[in-house]
């Protein structure tokens, strides 16, 4: 379990990253206990008083005109509840339901939201336990945030709805009483503050984002491998290249292919071969992964924004000022989500080719990797796997963000549809790490050929790390088995870690 102590700072990614998957204790601050306090003081207030404060006194969408009677006002902010908890399609995964209450948590610490004291510690407990709704991850349109995925979110805190458990599925009031967690009685705006925002997005852009930069720098490992197993030319990552095309993640990629590449017995080799250039996808690794890298730069700096902002609607200012806004709208994590897709399908992309180099029997390789080809298929069709996925991501990378459908009859006349760029995005990610886990597992078998040679630190270290898992293979087996297995080495990080303990952590 990893704490956070909220006391009114940001939530960094680097933060995240070491409790990404890990169960969340959460402590507040005294001070932001009394700001969130004297926010709820200040909404019941304005509820009471006779002007109309959206949300707080009215109702809800094209029902802005609507006011509602103080004896209603409790009913009007469960029936948001009910109303809205209307998704359907597959569960979100835990780590993303997690981060979201979490982000939820951080937002309603600004103390502009007007929820009561119990209301977050309500969500500290489901986090605590782990305690962690059922949200459905369709049904979205990041246009007042994530209204339903955060109604799904917030319907087991009254009481209702499913959970999950240790991974199996339970009512949520008795897994409440299990936990010792006591459901809540909504008052003015609590359930509006709980359904606005885009908590949902953001849980699976930080996700996104902390698992991306760590498939960054596995994929210059991974590219080394390849480089050498194709014995192909370090001239390509050379400083001075770069330096007059300083792109900061090109610039990073070279540095890490130098370092990794270095005292290579293969690459000295063929120091004066007759290949005069290597194909794009070995000599532009350095353009293609630094272009990512600096997609994810950008990403990165929207994400924390988000993460440390207030998003509901409306808030709460000093002398019970009530503004009304969109700070809801999910359209800056949404071209950022589709962004960020389209920056890790080119990663998969050239992966891809790379695999492909690798079986076509480059610089003296036996033909798809296997000695005694024709009764042995050898690694050929994980690179159809390879390719297969690289072009379910073309159509994944259609975006999400251009799209717009008016809701709320006209109210609503503009959304984001960030919620469908976060779950393709993350679909993406998944497709392009299984990418990279099969040219790692290729590259593997092309070092093994390449022996007695020895390659460079970074990618021996990567090879070796490798073959504690998979041995090399002779003859046909259950590749897919050890497609699994790669899988598994790239996102445990084994292999990078390997790499890192020796030559220091990559750029």
Known sequence: MIEYFLDGGRLTLESLDTGLGRRIRV????????????????????????????GINTGFGHLCTKRIPPDQLQKLQTNLILSHAVGVGPPAP???VRWMILFKIQALTHGVSGVSRKTVECLM???????????PTQGSLGASGDLAPLAHMAVPMIGQGVVTVDGACASAGEAFRRAGIEPVTLGPKEGLALVNGTQFMTAYAAVIEVRARRLAKQADVIGSMSLEGCAASVKPFDERLHRLRPH???IETAENIRRMMADSQIVASHANCDRVQDPYSLRCIPQVHGAARDALRHAAAVVETEINSVTDNPLIFDKDEVISGGSFHGEPLAVVLDYLAIALA??????????????SGVAGQPVSLIKDSGVNSGLMVPQYTAAALVSENKGLCTPASVDSIPTSLGQEDHVSMGARAAVKCLQVLENSETVLAI??????QAIDFRAPLRPGVGPRLAHAEVR????????DRLFGDDIQTSLSLLRSQRVLRAVEAQLGPLL
């Open 27 to 54: 402590a507040v601050a005294d001070a932001v206990w009394r700001r969130i306090e004297a926010s709820e003081h200040a909404v019941h207030r304005i509820a009471s008083a006779s002007a109309a404060a959206y």
């Open 94 to 96: 835990p780590e993303v």
């Open 125 to 135: 407990g489901m986090l605590q336990a782990d305690v962690l709704p059922l949200i």
């Open 248 to 250: 900061p993640g090109a």
């Open 346 to 359: 080119e990663l998969a992309s050239i992966s891809e080719r790379r695999t492909y180099l690798l079986l």
């Open 439 to 444: 040219e790692q597992l290729c590259a593997a």
């Open 468 to 475: 504690k898992e998979i041995t090399h293979a002779p003859a």
